[in-house]
């Protein structure tokens, strides 16, 4: 602790005697350029910023996108099994979704809860849905 208390004021001598030198020579240099010349408007100094190196990696050839119309995407679940119940004037029942899609009945019926919780679609009777 003592040793610690020692280092600690030879620090504070070691940075007094700095700012002591600082002042001396900031008041020699504010006679100099008194004497020599009106200060200008100082410039704003600003940092140069540091670019990123670039990254080496495997360069890929562009191939050109080819264009693929809207109805020629690939549909989503969701997107087939409320199609499908839109397209309907008297409702659509759950084997009719099973055989119309191919999903298993699992699926389809959680597809109806959502839609049915968004209110996208009502039921008529048990088991068949229509468009709200």
Same mark, same amino acid.
């Given at each position: 602790?003592?040793?610690?208390? @020692? ?5 504070? #001598? ?9 002042? +001396? ?11 020599? $010349? /009106?200060? /200008?408007?100082?410039?704003? $100094?600003?940092?140069?910023?540091? @670019? ?12 050109? #996108? %080819? ?5 020629? +995407? ?25 055989? #119309?899609?191919?999903? !298993?009945?699992?699926?389809?019926? !959680? ?5 049915? %919780? ?12 229509? @468009?709200?």
């Amino acid at each position: 602790m003592k040793k610690l208390k @020692k280092d600690l004021e030879a620090i504070l #001598k070691a940075l007094t005697g700095l700012a002591q030198k600082v002042e +001396k020579l900031q008041e020699q240099i504010g006679e100099e350029t008194k004497l020599t $010349k /009106k200060p /200008k408007a100082k410039a704003i $100094k600003t940092k140069a910023v540091k @670019k990123a190196p670039a990254r080496k990696g495997a360069v890929k050839k562009a191939v050109p #996108k %080819k264009a693929v119309p809207e109805k020629a +995407k690939p549909a989503t679940a969701v997107d087939t099994v409320l199609a499908i119940i839109r397209r309907s004037k008297k409702g659509v029942g759950m084997a009719a979704l099973m055989e #119309k899609t191919g999903y !298993n009945q699992k699926k389809i019926a !959680n597809l109806v809860f959502k839609f049915r %919780k968004q209110g996208k679609i009502k039921s008529v009777d048990k088991g068949v849905y229509v @468009k709200a």
